[in-house]
């Protein structure tokens, strides 16, 4: 029985740790314009700092407290936080599929293989298969970003 409730609490803090990611990857996109250029900036690149930290297991949790931590010292990006975590973790996946991934957005995007058409789609979660409606195609991995820079 004890062992149960342990699996039950990791997997909360699992939920938790994935909720507070999808909340930063899903917020810093906005912080220029919450937040002025200046200040904006430097919020961003600390951001993208801990997420990048985030990546390692061992420091996740510490990256995204302190991710949370920032977003919290301005009231503008405090708001936003309070508002994205008030949705459960199944509607923040379905806001930000990008965000659920850790933010690979090229990995996760797939296409239509068929020639000419233009049919893409978000992936949820790894492994997922999509097919084009048109086509009744398995869609593919994105090869090329469309777009160069980001964040
Ligand atoms: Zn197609």
Known sequence: MAEDQRDDMLLDEKEEEERLLIVIQAVKPEVRELLGDEEGAH???????????????????QALTRAA?????????????????????????????YAATGGEVSAIILQCPVEGCTYRKARQYAGQRLICPTHQANLVPVRKPSTGAMG
């Open 69 to 97: 931590d920032l977003l919290e010292t301005y009231p503008q990006t405090q708001v936003r936080v309070k508002q994205l975590k008030q949705k459960d973790l199944h509607e923040l996946r379905g806001l930000y599929p």
């Open 43 to 61: 919020v961003n690149r600390s951001l993208g700092q801990y997420l990048r930290w985030a990546r390692s297991p061992q420091h996740r949790q």
